[in-house]
């Protein structure tokens, strides 16, 4: 084998390992996020959502805030729920802020934001999430015209298929009983364990993407091409170049949902400003596949209306952040997100990935025990395919 085969493989080893260490480093964090999820998922209803969000009042975002925090979405699901909601006449900019709140606002983002980038990024992103929903309503008050929302109507009712439609629709939620009871209760167990699995299986394409992709880029890219290109050498222009190019590098990885947080560790530890990675992070709902599907759902004009909207307001609120945790002294000084060396090591985190790993195995047989495989393959089902949205499970 020539010196350039040897040293190509050898690079792809090296991105290999970091992605498999990096996961390796977040694998409990990520069962816990997503069993917490499930465990609300299971307790809230979604049949009532449409019904609490009729207009774009301040107390009804807020709603709209908490709603989608509580049903935690990845994006994909996020997107197609929010069309569901529009199509059952929820305010349009209400539903909007539902699906940014349900994949910026959710317990698993700041549990991975905690452990791989630090407490202050978790901190703004959950400061700066509400902040950017506040902006977009703002824009769309002053922008949005009754017209183009008509039209965005007309083409959600064609009811052209995106992604995670089946998940969307279903609503598996226990309603009878105190929380305690529906929790602990076998349709409760049933429920949470399938909400666990279904958005393990909407999200794992994006999680797997962004440790690879952040494998790579660690490996493979000198930190020389991050300080250049995130301006390191000009800190007030730094500032302010951040949150602008954060999104479109967000746009152009293809990453989205929690994925995108390891790629934001490797683009801090580059250089790129603390307002950078909070606007990067926001960008998953812009993404290319999810413009595309913007396309389908609403047509062409809403969809260039969703991107010049979302991106004003994310590049607004991750410059807003990083100004007041400048002021506050809270920006970290030192750029030392968690890019793991590719080796795994005998210590806390093994010791809570097994236990966690214990749990996920309890969850999954439960699963699979009461119909879930049946239901996985309704997951990307269009609406009104038989049996959609139904909560039956088997006790």
Not at 214 to 238: D, N
Not at 242 to 267: E, R
Request: charge should be neutral; proline fraction near 5%.
């Amino acid at each position: 084998m020539s010196e350039a085969a040897t040293a190509g493989l050898g690079a792809i080893g090296h991105a290999l390992g970091f992605a498999f260490a990096m996961s390796w480093e977040i694998l409990w964090a990520l069962i816990l996020g997503f069993a917490l999820s499930g465990v609300v998922q299971a307790v809230v209803s979604k049949r009532e959502m449409s019904r609490l969000l009729p207009d774009d009042s301040p107390h009804t975002l807020a709603i709209a805030g908490a709603l989608g925090a509580a049903s935690s979405s990845c994006s994909y699901a996020a997107v197609a729920l929010a069309r569901s909601l529009v199509r059952k006449g929820a305010n349009f900019t209400a539903a909007m802020a539902f699906q940014f709140a349900s994949t910026n606002l959710v317990a698993e983002l700041s549990i991975i934001m905690i452990l791989v980038l630090g407490w202050p990024f978790a901190a703004a992103e959950f400061l700066g999430g509400p902040l950017m929903v506040v902006i977009l309503a703002v824009l769309f008050r002053a922008f949005l015209r009754r017209e183009l929302v008509e039209e965005a109507r007309r083409q959600a009712d064609r009811g052209l298929v995106g992604s995670m439609e089946g998940h969307a629709e279903m609503d598996m939620s226990v309603t009878n009983g105190t929380l305690w009871q529906r929790i602990t209760s076998p349709l409760g167990f049933t429920a949470i364990s399938h909400y666990f699995v279904m958005d393990w299986v909407a999200v794992w394409r994006d999680v797997a993407g962004g440790l690879l992709l952040a494998g790579a880029l660690a490996a493979w890219v000198p930190a020389q091409f991050w300080q250049a290109f995130f301006l390191v050498e000009h800190p007030v222009v730094a500032m302010l170049w951040g949150p602008l190019v954060g999104p479109f590098v967000a746009i152009l990885s293809f990453v989205c949902s929690i994925g995108n947080v390891p790629l934001a560790a490797v683009l801090w530890n580059g250089g790129i400003s603390f307002g950078g990675v909070i606007s990067f992070i926001f960008a998953d709902l812009i993404v290319l596949p999810i413009l595309n599907i913007y396309r389908k759902y609403y047509g062409p004009r809403m969809t260039w209306f969703l991107l010049w909207t979302s991106y004003v307001s994310m590049a607004l609120a991750g410059l807003a952040v990083e100004v007041l945790f400048l002021a506050l002294g809270l920006v970290p000084s030192e750029r030392q997100a968690i890019v793991m060396e590719p080796r795994v090591t005998f210590n806390y985190t093994t010791v809570l990935n097994l236990i966690f790993l214990a749990l996920a195995a309890v969850l999954i047989a439960r699963f699979v025990r009461t119909g879930g495989p049946q239901m996985l393959r309704m997951m990307n089902a269009p609406r009104g395919h038989p049996g959609h949205g139904e909560g039956h499970h088997g006790p």
